[in-house]
């Protein structure tokens, strides 16, 4: 067990800054989380570089050797320009690099290596993925069910929902819709507290932020940052990348990481930071915000812009006494990273790095959820159920489109009968149903897009599985699935009077339910590849087309190309199915008339073996069965892919990354050895720059 000094108040002595007293006692007591001592977490990170792969295939460093560390009780704010690498920085510390992304260095939690994602640690990202449909008070509830522990009694869960709401000044919005597309809800401001709210709730040991108080005006930024810091005094570890803060705001953070292109500018105590500054020769005028003043010391981004004003009002800033009108900024964040890494700061950074690191301290598990599956999934299924209800755009408006068009379909095929042209009619009308009404089921595919970003955020925090996640989707829809195909399925069959006979409806509305929910299933293993709903809902009508095309309507079973498209194509594609299906459904039984009534009636049989195609040795049940298990093949398919982009991906990146960089580091050798051999003037040059680099890095 550690002992950890810097559990103490730090500062100016607060214990419990901006954080309700209600909310921290109710924690420790209901939840038996004693956070300090047992569980907290330090965290260092040492010689942390981050490269990325560029479209164009070049490689970029985003983050340079960088090292610092975070301990329990404290709040670290990460600061610097657009573009100096904050956001990687959490990313890269929390175990959320893009794909494209290498990572090297060493990143310890308790001096061990620890994948930080899926709950280890809370992080509130810039982008509020929120449910829209939820009002505040709910969304936290729902979040508190999820996690909080199912034996801790409903009234002290409602009360820890009532303090956090109270923690982030949500209480006059708390029964207002957060928004969405058709629905205007709460400000930028409060949805930036709700989801910051969703993640203090659980009071995580190791909480990331990303630009919490962006958005924020400037006494909800103070306040926002206040409950932080109470909560760090707790024990918690906060890190947070923070733009412009007020000097009342920066006050309340203990430690500083200032970067800018990527390299430390500063790393230590935020009180000490302005003294840091003077001693590099920036000292901060006394009329500006100090952390105004760093950041305009290493912004280089408009050097340019500067130079060409200090040529148009050149008397007034010859009279200036500020050291950033004398030098470009690009000069300064030279002399501050030089002087950074020989001052003491940088090296008390790394011996306590060091140090912390020797200490191998508890192994912390993922911290996300307490509650049980089968609490989540009963949870996740409420809360979908009711965002489904109330999202017009997921259900409500497909069911409008559905029975418009199937009241489209049956006034065109109105009592279609048994005359010999009902024949193709019938299966025009069967192709019709099966191929285009189903095919309408993607409308659904945005609102669902939205639910995954939801469903990627609490998953990555760990708040529940994938597997709850998926038992709740499906349950959730079913519902709404059976009234969308069971009112518009039976419109079409007492409309058009397909095959009399209850059995007959019966298998008419179930595999219409199958159809559609196949297509809900394969939009979703689409969703687990491409999160953009264009892209989507693109990839998703191409495939349904081409499983149409091969569906036995368009060219008949056996005129289609055996290799690929007969096999395994027409077998995948679920039109196939639900077509035969469907086709023996109508016409088994039946008997149609001739063409003319000199001719012999035609029996359904005949039809359906010379005409269609169709097996009649296989039972109508069976096909739908078929629809039935490619639901829970689709499903099973979703989940698969999560997993390996959760578990397999990380691998295969980090692995061809390493090749990557390794190749490019033997053909850089290759290249300067030729290159020097090839020109002996050029060989001093060459081994001059190979020494500088080696001592750059
Ligand atoms: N996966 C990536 N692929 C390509 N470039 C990347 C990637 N991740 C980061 N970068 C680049 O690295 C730089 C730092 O990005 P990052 O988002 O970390 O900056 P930031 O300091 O958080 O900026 P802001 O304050 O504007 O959010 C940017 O120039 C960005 O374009």
Redesign the pocket.
């Known amino acids: 067990m550690l002992e950890i000094e810097s559990n103490k108040p730090v500062g100016n002595g607060i214990v419990v800054g901006g954080l309700s007293p209600l909310s921290e006692t109710l924690w420790k007591e209901k939840t038996n989380t004693e956070l300090i001592g047992d569980v907290s977490a330090r965290l260092t990170w040492k010689d942390l570089t981050v490269t ?1 792969t ?1 479209a164009s295939g070049d490689t ?1 460093k ?1 983050l340079d050797g960088l090292t610092g560390y975070a301990e329990p009780g404290t709040i670290t704010a990460l600061m ?10 959490l990313d890269a510390l929390s175990s959320r690099l ?1 794909a ?2 290498f990572l090297s260095g060493t990143i310890l939690l308790n001096g061990r290596k620890t994948k930080m994602s899926f709950g280890t640690a809370a992080y509130v990202t ?1 982008d509020d993925n929120l449910i829209g449909t939820l009002t505040v008070r709910e969304t936290i509830s729902y979040s508190a069910s999820l996690r909080l522990p199912d034996k801790m009694p409903r009234e002290e869960k409602r009360a820890l929902v009532e303090g956090t709401i109270v923690e982030m000044g949500l209480q006059d919005c708390a029964n207002t819709a957060v928004g969405n597309w058709h629905l205007r809800g709460i400000s930028g401001g409060e949805k930036r507290r709700v989801s910051i709210a969703l993640e203090i709730l659980m009071r995580p040991r190791l909480l990331f932020l990303d ?1 919490p108080t962006s958005g924020l005006d400037s006494a909800s930024a103070f306040f926002v940052t206040q409950t932080l810091r109470g909560l760090s005094r707790g024990g918690r570890t906060i890190i947070a ?1 923070i ?1 412009q803060p007020s000097s009342e705001v920066f006050e309340l953070f203990d430690r500083l990481f200032l ?1 800018s292109g ?1 390299e430390t500018v500063y790393f230590g105590q935020a009180s000490e930071a302005c003294e840091y500054f003077a001693q590099a020769g920036f000292p901060c005028p006394s009329l500006r915000n100090p952390s105004d003043h760093f950041l305009r010391c290493i912004n280089a981004d408009f050097d340019k812009v500067k130079a060409s004003l200090k040529g148009s009002m050149k008397t007034r800033f010859e009279r200036s006494d500020d050291p950033l009108d004398k030098i470009t900024t690009t000069e300064a964040i030279r002399r501050l990273t030089e002087f950074y890494t020989h001052s003491q700061y940088y090296h008390s950074a790394v011996e306590k790095v060091d140090e912390i690191a020797r200490v191998k301290g508890t192994v912390l598990d993922s911290g996300g959820s307490q509650a049980s599956f089968f609490m989540q999934a009963f949870t996740l299924t409420k809360r979908s159920f009711v965002n489904m209800s109330r999202d017009f755009g997921y259900y409500w408006l497909r069911l409008v489109i559905y029975l418009v068009v199937t009241i489209c379909i049956g006034t065109i095929y109105l009592n279609v009968g048994t005359s010999y042209s009902s024949i193709l009619a019938r299966g025009a009308c069967a192709s019709f149903v099966f191929g285009f009404v189903t095919f309408m089921s993607i409308g659904g595919f945005p609102s669902f897009v939205e639910d995954m970003k939801v469903f990627q955020r609490e998953r990555l925090n760990g708040h529940y599985g994938v597997s709850a996640f998926v038992i709740s989707n499906t349950l959730a829809a079913m519902p709404f699935l059976i009234l969308i195909t069971f009112a518009s399925g039976t419109i079409c069959y007492f409309m058009v009077r397909l095959h009399p006979g209850f059995m007959h409806y019966l298998f008419f509305v179930l595999c219409l339910y199958a159809s559609v929910t196949v297509v809900e299933s394969l939009m979703m293993a689409i969703a687990s590849v491409v999160p953009n709903f264009l892209m989507g809902i693109i990839i998703g009508a191409g495939i349904q087309g081409i499983f149409m095309l091969v569906s036995g309507y368009f060219r008949l079973p056996n005129d289609i190309p055996k290799p690929f498209w007969r096999y395994p194509m027409s077998y995948i594609s679920f039109h196939y199915w639900a077509l035969q299906g469907q086709y023996q459904n109508d016409l088994r039984g039946l008997i149609f008339d001739n063409q003319s009534p000199d001719l012999p009636k035609i029996p359904g049989e005949y039809i359906l073996e010379n005409v269609f195609q169709i097996d009649v040795n296989r039972s109508k049940w069976l096909d739908l069965l078929v629809l039935f298990s490619m639901i829970a093949i689709y499903r099973i398919l979703f989940f698969i892919m999560i997993k390996v982009s959760e578990d397999v991906t990380p691998w295969i990146r980090g692995y061809i990354a390493r090749r990557r960089l390794q190749h490019k580091k033997n053909s850089k050798k290759h290249g300067s050895a030729d290159l020097a051999n090839r020109t002996p003037s050029l060989r001093a040059y060459v081994v001059e720059a190979e020494a500088s680099s080696t001592r750059t890095s």
């Open positions: 990325v560029l970029q985003v610097g320009p657009s573009g100096s690498g904050k956001s990687t920085l893009a494209n992304a810039q630009e990348s733009h970067l990527g």
